[in-house]
């Protein structure tokens, strides 16, 4: 298991951060931030979001450790 520390919870920080949990599953990360909550900055981005362009860039496998059932 690896620990990884991020200072401050921009959108590029978070992004590595799923991104190293994507391909190193038992990575330890810490995020140290000053914001109350995470991924909810002081000024809102207003960046807007197409999920049926999105879709296809998700791998095929990404749901693997989520039962069918579910």
Same mark, same amino acid.
Request: glycine residues 4%; proline residues 7%; aromatic residues 8%.
């Given at each position: 298991?690896?620990? =990884?520390?991020?200072? +401050?919870?921009?959108? $590029?920080?978070?992004? &590595?951060?799923? $991104? $190293?949990?994507?391909?190193? /599953? !038992?990575?330890?990360?810490?995020? &140290?931030?000053?914001?109350?909550?995470? +991924?909810? /900055?002081?000024? /809102?981005?207003?960046?807007?979001?197409?999920?049926?362009?999105?879709?296809?860039?998700?791998?095929?496998?990404? &749901?693997? !450790?989520?039962?069918? +059932? =579910?």
């Amino acid at each position: 298991m690896i620990d =990884i520390a991020i200072l +401050g919870s921009t959108k $590029t920080a978070l992004e &590595y951060a799923h $991104t $190293t949990l994507d391909k190193t /599953p !038992s990575a330890r990360i810490t995020v &140290y931030t000053e914001d109350a909550e995470v +991924g909810f /900055p002081e000024v /809102p981005i207003s960046e807007e979001l197409v999920m049926s362009e999105l879709m296809d860039s998700i791998p095929n496998n990404w &749901y693997s !450790s989520i039962p069918e +059932g =579910i």
